[in-house]
Nanobody
C-alpha cells in the first residue's frame, strides 16, 4: 500500500527555518504532482506549494520568496524548505502525492512558529 511519511516539523522562532520531507513508499509508479498543504486551527486546508513531474512549481502567494519545494531524482521524495517563518505559518503540514490518477495524503506534521 502507498504510504506518505512526513518529517521535519517542529517549533521554531519567527524568522527561523525548517525543512520538511515526505517520502513515498509502496508505489510502483512515480508521482505526478507532489506538494504540501497546511491547515491552521479554525481554517480550511490550503495549498502551500506543488511540484510536477517535470519540476514545475507553484506557490501560494503567502509563501512566495520564503518557501522552496523540490523533489529528489527518483521523484519519490518531496521537500519543503521554509525560511523566514512567520507565526501565520503555524499549521499542520500535509504531504500530497498524485500517483497515476489517485491522490494520497500523509498524516501531517506540526509546524509551530512562536517566540
Amino acid at each position: 500500500q502507498v504510504q506518505l511519511v512526513e518529517s521535519g516539523g517542529g517549533l521554531v522562532q519567527p524568522g527561523g527555518s525548517l525543512r520538511l520531507s515526505c517520502a513515498t513508499s509502496g508505489n510502483s509508479f512515480s508521482s505526478n504532482a507532489m506538494g504540501w498543504y497546511r491547515q491552521a486551527p479554525g481554517k480550511e486546508r490550503e495549498l502551500v506549494a506543488i511540484i510536477s513531474r517535470g519540476r514545475n512549481t507553484n506557490y501560494a502567494d503567502s509563501v512566495k520568496g520564503r518557501f522552496t519545494i523540490s523533489r529528489d531524482n527518483t521523484g519519490n521524495t518531496v521537500y519543503l524548505q521554509m525560511n523566514s517563518l512567520k507565526p501565520e505559518d503555524t499549521a499542520v503540514y500535509y504531504c500530497y502525492a498524485q500517483i497515476r490518477s489517485t491522490a494520497f495524503w500523509g498524516l501531517g506534521t506540526q509546524v509551530t512558529v512562536s517566540s
